[in-house]
């Protein structure tokens, strides 16, 4: 047999070139997208799922608790246990002298009858305490002072910080605040607000007539960042729906207008108070006082 002419040998060696060049070049793209052989594409997976693992072991990140009413020591004046004892929880609206426009002066209480009724307190041994310490020891076993009493006020008008807070300060009582968000854009800036906050009273809530009892509790604990567990019901009004929206918005407890001393017998969204009005004066106070403690 004759042999392949040049030309023939020549197309020969240049089909074969052009098949292994492209199988190497089919192999290197494998190699690549599998990561090689020599172990870099293992190592590769191997760092991303330890990577994942890693991130799946992290704990999430928690929002920092916020700060909680302080408890009664115990060493407070004849500190006792009281899971069973009833308080009296006053409520004041404005302290000022009412103004000839006003459409209720009766919930306008004059400065100087303000300071009667808190002198009266402190001379007969009353100390004030919060709604938080008084839950603390019906449910979770804290300590009340002798003769507790709290001294509340609704809705938060600016008369509060200008003329209740000097008087009690001076006496070393707390108060709570059931304030209405909407009073800071209002009648309570912020920053009174707060100076009552830092002179240690309570922040409650007081929701507005629009009915979103959640959404005043959340703007309240954000701009404040202080828990809020207590509501006290705007103008006193509730019935079973009410009390349902503040349970289920968080809240350990409401409090009403009715008349008489909050007690742990009470359903804990039907507690009562003692409103205070223009011309109880101290004398008053204690008419009402040895009224619902008789």
Do not use: C
Request: proline letters at 9%; hydrophobic letters at 40%.
């Amino acid at each position: 047999m004759s042999d392949p002419s040049p030309s023939r040998h020549a197309r020969t060696v240049a089909v074969s070139a052009l098949v292994t060049g492209f199988v190497l070049f089919v192999v290197a793209i494998v190699t690549a997208v599998s990561g090689g052989g020599d172990g870099n594409g293992d190592r590769r997976v191997g760092a991303t799922t330890a990577t994942t693992e890693r991130a799946e072991r992290r704990p999430a990140r928690r929002r920092p608790a916020l700060p909680a009413q302080p408890s009664v020591p115990a060493n407070a004046p004849g500190a006792h246990k009281a899971p069973d004892e009833a308080v009296a929880v006053l409520v004041y609206d404005v302290i000022n002298e009412p103004r000839a426009d006003t459409a209720d002066p009766s919930i306008w209480v004059p400065p100087d009858e303000f300071e009667a009724q808190m002198t009266h307190l402190a001379d007969n041994g009353y100390h004030a305490v919060t709604m938080r310490q008084v839950w603390a020891a019906w449910k979770e076993g804290g300590v009340l002072p002798s003769k507790p009493i709290v001294i509340s006020f609704d809705t938060g008008y600016h008369s509060v910080y200008a003329n209740a807070l000097p008087v009690m300060r001076e006496r070393q009582f707390p108060g709570t605040l059931f304030l209405d968000p909407a009073q800071t854009e209002a009648d309570f800036p912020v920053s009174e607000v707060k100076g009552l906050i830092g002179a240690g009273w309570e922040l409650g809530a007081q929701p507005s007539d629009d009915g979103d009892v959640p959404g005043a509790r959340r703007r309240l604990q954000r701009e404040f960042g202080r828990r809020v567990e207590f509501m006290s019901y705007p103008g006193g009004r509730f019935d079973p729906t009410a009390a349902t929206a503040a349970e289920s918005a968080g809240f350990l407890g409401a409090l009403t207008l009715e008349e008489g001393l909050a007690s742990p017998d009470e359903p804990p969204f039907e507690l009562d108070r003692i409103p205070i009005r223009n011309g109880d004066g101290a004398e008053g106070l204690a008419r009402k006082l040895a009224a619902v403690a008789g």
